[in-house]
């Protein structure tokens, strides 16, 4: 079973740059699809990024495309998510999630396994 530890979340002023990571343990994640998401207080979890198996195939949501960017490194068992420009809008806590499919998916229901989560907080 995988299990995943996110990390990299702070205090950042608007605009500035922030590098979230997940280290996966247990199985390798070079076959899963991996993902991003995050929910606001009050709000619902929402999806932010997706990236396929081989890393082929990536999906941004609307909010965040041209901002924020997945990629993973299979050999570290780890997933990355760089978020410039941020935003007010930007503050969540931010989960890693890993799918069976392999295949780049918005769909939370297909996330089986999920981290705890690492709060970001953009705010002057």
């Known amino acids: 079973q995988v299990q995943l530890v996110e990390s990299g979340g702070g205090l950042v002023q608007p605009g500035a740059s922030l590098r979230l990571s997940c280290v996966a343990s247990?199985?390798?994640?070079?076959?899963?699809?991996m993902g991003w998401f995050r929910q606001a207080p009050g709000e619902e979890r929402d999806f932010v990024a997706t990236?396929?198996?081989?890393?082929?195939?990536?999906i941004y949501d609307v909010s965040v495309k041209g901002r924020f960017t997945i990629s993973r490194d299979n050999g570290k068992n780890t997933v990355y998510l760089q978020m410039d420009s941020l935003r007010r809008e930007d503050t969540a806590v931010y989960y890693c999630?890993?799918?069976?499919?392999?295949?780049?998916?918005?769909?939370?229901?297909?996330?089986?396994?999920w981290g705890r989560g690492t709060q970001v907080t953009v705010s002057s």
């Open positions: 999630a890993a799918g069976d499919s392999g295949l780049a998916t918005m769909d939370v229901k297909r996330y089986a396994y």
């Open positions: 990236i396929s198996r081989n890393g082929e195939s990536i």
């Open positions: 247990g199985p390798s994640i070079s076959s899963y699809t």
